[in-house]
């Protein structure tokens, strides 16, 4: 690593790896001191296995019997399944994507959902969580939290973990992140070196300051994580960064098949950012075999960001409403 990702590595790594590993009381001092309104946004799509369980634990640690977090929101992200009453059910204000900011459409993909999550809560401090989390993660939360609450020149907090990958029924140890592993991880290195110590850059659990996520575009796709930490990087710059060990983390997994197109996505985010990066085609094309020979299948991945949140209008009304 290079001397400015090692020195990062050492400097803005924490520990949160389970709840008596963090001093809550004391975040819930710096909350109140600080004035902060903290909201946690669950994208969600199809997740109605999950949400339910994981909404739940998170009101019951965080906003009743600490009042750490002031509102809980599942963003619906075009779901087919029971999500939305299921998240209601369990106690979480749910927004559908195509009801925020319905002026300027909806588009496909995570990044859209995190994006318009940014108009549809309030806090001053946003926590994103997967809503496909499986186990006890709630203290996740505060572990996020914790370097925005006790240090003001950190506007980023990307959580680490061990992720096991689960394979039909058995869980191996590790092998997760596939992404992050065998496309993420090497482009950054190549192209980003001062990013090299970030453990989980494509991780799902996140947190930041408003006023810093709202100067980003946001990729509407599965690009958002990577592109989020880029341009953040060369918003605040590194010393802006920082990252939670919170553990482990395990999820419902995607198919090789599925991951495919969000490596293209990643990819096509990391060419967009790399002012060097030869004129995209925004094209991926993939094969399958279907006995006889092999089937192309060509897919855009092409990068479709939204803009700032802080330049649109109607944001910008209501924080002055
Ligand atoms: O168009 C989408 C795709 C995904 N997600 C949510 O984003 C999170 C991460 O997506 P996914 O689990 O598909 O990615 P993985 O964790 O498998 O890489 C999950 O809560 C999804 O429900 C979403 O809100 N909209
Ligand atoms: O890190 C990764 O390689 C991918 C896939 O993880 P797995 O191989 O399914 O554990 O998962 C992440 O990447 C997505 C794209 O950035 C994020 O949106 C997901 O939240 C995150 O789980």
New binding site residues.
Partial sequence: MRPDARAWFADRTTTATSLDRIDVAALLHAKHRGGHRISVV??????EATVGRLVADLRAHWMRRTPLVDELVV?D?DSTDATAAVARAAGASVVATTDVLPAHGTR???GE?LWKSLAATTGDLVVFL???LLGDVAHYVPGLLGPLLTDPQVDYVKGCYTRPLQVGDVVLPAGGGRVTELTARPLLNALWPELAGVVQPLG?EYAGRRTALEQVPFVASYGVEVGLLVDLLRLGGLASLAQVDLGERR????GVEALGE?AGQVVATVLARAASAPDASGLLTRFRHDGAGFVPRTSSVAVDERPPMGTVPEYRARLAG
């Avoid at 669950?42 to 997740?47: C, K, T, V």
Wanted: proline share 5%; hydrophobic share 30%.
């Fill in positions: 669950l994208p969600a799509r199809n997740e963003v992200s496909r993909g995570k959902a997967d809503a496909d799902g999820h419902t997994s995607q969000m």
